[in-house]
């Protein structure tokens, strides 16, 4: 049989359809799907997909797996060192990661190797195959993991894995993180994939202590002194929304991202009044920024009644930050891209709330420190968008409350974590970070990578630490 | 799940409750605010702390009927349960001995969180003196609690029908004619009041503080709902207040904001009286 240089498409629900539901977009390969595109896979010698994963899956080995049919030595495989699959195979950049360096991809299409994991994954969870149940010993060292993001869950299911006893301290009343309160529901389902993948971490003894603020409940001096943990693991991501600061981002009607999804995801505003937290939106919407999450944001504004729903970037198409499927599908779906187009000022009606966008026609220039080329304003190029709602999806900083509230705790200039890259170790004793709290806002593996970093770190922080005591 | 320990209705539609907290009552300060969840459907709602008895393990809340949210709360009863409960959120009041007299004034509901701020001013070794206002003598809150922690208490209602007649800002008014020597006002309540207290206190350069409680929804600064500009600055109360230089705070922009869901709560108003939930 030819190999195909194409890769099996994934099925989806059609756009005019989903542009109007919660329900999951990408449907997921069937089990032949699943088999013929695994059939794809070279088995290469030295296989390159892997130094594009940051948590080293071993991929060549669980396509093989799927090969044979095996599904359950697939999850095993890839459970190895990935320890949300379902997740993964949903939101991970493939395209720059574990596909960019398939050797199929020279020459046409690269394996398909996001579809395969989740399709390993939500096979093991349909399957109800948890993990094998692991007790710490009862004089386990303990780790307590702030935030129950990627990198924290990531983290402290490697230290449980390694024998420790490990406390998750989130501070939302939920666990997951960006997850649940970011990633809308038709992209990452919630009950069915995050949630179950957290209650698989907790079947390996994981404890998630949530409704619990890190920092203002107990600060990380109190966690590691009278609260009797060995050592911090600080994965507290980039909450804090970023705002333009041109007037009118107080009015009515302007949300940062953040609020916006958190509404919708983690509040189930999408089912309000029967959920009571309300989230407005208007006839018209724009979304400002080019990233991930202001393509979540638009869609999430059309699902939930808005007509027409704009995307205002400043740089054009080839430099969008979003993954280019998750730009396909807002396109398909109808979102108007308005490229090159910089807003100067939101306008409000005389009950403060926004009735429109004054906006600047971009050219590009010159290429800045970032590589890309840098926006300069056309000047004599305003105009107006008329809409009645703006989300604000610039980018998110540091969230502040274990900075403020951890004596000793050394920050960059920008007010993250001063960390190192392959331990997360601090400039205190005992506790380490990760995710995007070191970073700024990055992706969920790349957080996960640093989770994962973090736990060997740990562990050999420990061992060290109990060899000195006995 | 957080026990309801106690409640009692203080006026129409305000009630106080004490919930099983103790981790929460462990770490409170006087200033700083909790978010509750009454049930999984339920929003986050963000209260500032009226009480709280490390020894006991309790928080009391005040709150006022308002939309359907705290209907459902108000519908509780002592052996309920509440299912989030977190806290303490919030920068703490900054509690110190002053040169001169420690004012607190609460409008409304907003007497419940001026109460440990007063007691600690009043610990920390402070002549403190509070004004209290109501709309009318009968919804006129924790008269008596007020009294045992502070030198001095002032009451206002709008209709004369006890202390003063007329609003906070002429008890403020009053206490400046009479020579006190202000220290500092900490003004807490609807934000017209704390806005017309700011202007009370401008021209004779007295600190004053407000503590703001704007839309929030997961109080830890992730959602930037609860913005609000302080001189030139945009501010989360959350992670940078609740507590604010009230000569600073652009209280109009803050009123517009806060007006946001108003019509929504009504059609959740219908929607709860509907199936008969929140009614006695």
């Known amino acids: 049989m030819a190999l195909s240089l194409k890769k099996h498409p994934m099925p989806v629900q059609a756009p005019e359809v989903r542009a109007h539901n919660f329900e999951e977009v990408a449907l997921g390969y069937d089990e032949e799907t699943a088999v013929a595109e695994a059939e794809r ?25 799927i090969k044979e049919r095996d599904y359950g030595g697939a999850i095993e495989k890839i459970k190895e060192t990935n320890s949300l ?4 195979g949903r939101v991970c950049p493939q395209e720059n ?14 394996v398909g190797i996001g579809r395969l994991e989740r399709f390993a994954a939500d096979r093991a969870l349909a399957k109800e195959m948890p993990d094998a149940p692991f007790a710490a010993a009862p004089d386990a060292q303990r780790v307590a993991v702030i935030g129950s993001g990627p990198s924290g869950l990531s983290c402290a299911g490697d230290l449980a894995k390694r024998g420790y006893k490990v406390t998750i301290f989130e501070a939302l009343h939920k666990a997951g993180g960006v997850l649940s309160y970011g990633i809308p529901e038709f992209r990452l389902p919630k009950d069915k994939v995050v949630q179950k993948e957290i209650e698989n971490l907790e079947k390996l003894g994981v404890t998630i202590e949530t409704d619990a603020v890190a920092g203002r409940l107990y600060t990380v001096d109190e966690l590691l002194g009278e609260e009797g943990f060995d050592a911090v693991f600080i994965g507290t991501g980039a909450g804090l929304p970023r705002f333009q600061n041109i007037p009118g981002e107080s009015l009515s009607g302007v949300y940062s991202a953040n609020e916006f999804l958190t509404r919708c995801n983690l509040m189930k505003a999408y089912r309000f009044p029967d959920y009571a937290t309300p989230l407005k939106v ?8 080019g990233g991930n999450v202001a ?25 969008l930050p979003a993954r280019a499927e998750e730009v396909e599908h807002a396109k398909e779906e109808g979102i108007d891209f308005r490229l090159l187009t910089n807003p100067v000022a939101i306008e409000g009606d005389e009950n403060g709330w926004v009735k429109a966008m004054r906006c600047i026609r971009m050219e590009l220039g010159e290429p800045d420190a970032s590589g890309r080329r840098r ?5 004599g190029s305003e105009f107006s968008l008329a809409v009645d709602t703006v989300i604000v999806a610039i980018g998110t900083g540091p969230n502040p409350i274990i900075a403020q509230t951890t004596p000793g705790l050394a920050l960059t200039k920008r007010g993250n974590i001063a960390a190192d890259e392959e331990t997360g170790a601090t400039s205190k004793p005992g506790v380490f970070a990760g995710g995007d709290i070191v970073t700024g806002a990055a992706t969920v593996i790349l957080a996960m990578g640093a989770g994962r970093k973090a736990a060997a770190a740990i562990d050999a922080y420990l061992k060290e630490k109990k060899a000195e005591r006995d | 799940m957080y026990e309801i320990l106690k409640k009692e209705e203080l006026s129409p539609h305000v009630y106080a409750m004490e919930i099983a907290a103790p981790r929460v009552a462990k ?31 309790r928080i009391l809340i005040v709150f006022q009927v308002i939309g359907a949210s705290t209907m459902e709360l108000a519908a509780l009863e002592v052996g309920d349960s509440l299912l989030d409960f977190v806290g303490p959120l919030g920068h703490p009041s900054e509690i110190r001995k002053l040169d001169g007299t420690m004012v607190v004034v609460g409008g409304g509901i907003g007497v419940a969180p001026t109460y440990p701020i007063a007691r600690a001013m009043h610990e920390a070794g402070n002549k403190v003196i509070a004004i209290m206002g109501a709309k009318t003598k009968d919804i006129l809150i924790m008269e008596e609690d007020m ?36 220290a500092q006002v900490t003004a807490i309540g609807p934000v017209i009041m704390m806005k017309s207290v700011a202007e009370a206190t401008r021209p004779y350069g007295i600190p004053t503080v407000v503590s703001l409680n704007p839309i929030m929804v997961d109080g830890t600064g992730m959602c930037g709902g609860c913005r609000v500009t302080v001189g030139d600055e945009t501010k989360f109360a959350c992670v940078d207040g609740p507590e604010f230089d009230g000569h600073a705070v652009d209280f109009p922009g803050l009123m517009s904001r806060q007006r946001m869901y108003r019509d929504l709560e009504a059609v959740e108003k219908e929607h709860v009286c509907r199936i008969g939930l929140g009614r006695k």
Do not use: W
């Open chain 1, 41 to 65: 896979c070279l088995h290469c010698k030295v296989p390159q997909c892997r130094k594009g994963c940051p948590v080293s899956v071993d991929i060549p080995a669980f396509i093989a797996k």
């Open chain 1, 85 to 88: 699959p379902a997740v993964c």
């Open chain 1, 97 to 110: 990661q574990c596909e960019k360096y398939c050797i199929l991809g020279k020459k046409g299409e690269p």
């Open chain 1, 282 to 289: 208007g006839k018209t919407a724009a979304i400002i920024g």
């Open chain 1, 295 to 319: 393509m979540d944001a638009a869609r999430t504004a059309l699902r939930l009644g808005a007509e027409h729903v704009y995307i205002v970037y400043r740089r054009s198409e080839a430099e």
């Open chain 1, 375 to 379: 926006p300069i304003p056309v000047e």
């Open chain 2, 27 to 57: 770490k409170a300060e006087p200033g700083q605010f909790i978010i509750l969840r009454v049930n999984e459907e339920g929003e986050r709602i963000p209260l500032t702390i009226a009480d709280f008895n490390r020894e006991t393990g």
């Open chain 2, 147 to 182: 009294k045992a922690v502070t030198d001095e208490v002032l009451v206002t209602t709008d209709d004369g029908s006890y202390g003063i007649k007329g609003f906070v800002t002429n008890a403020v008014e009053e206490l400046v004619r009479r020579g006190e020597k202000i």
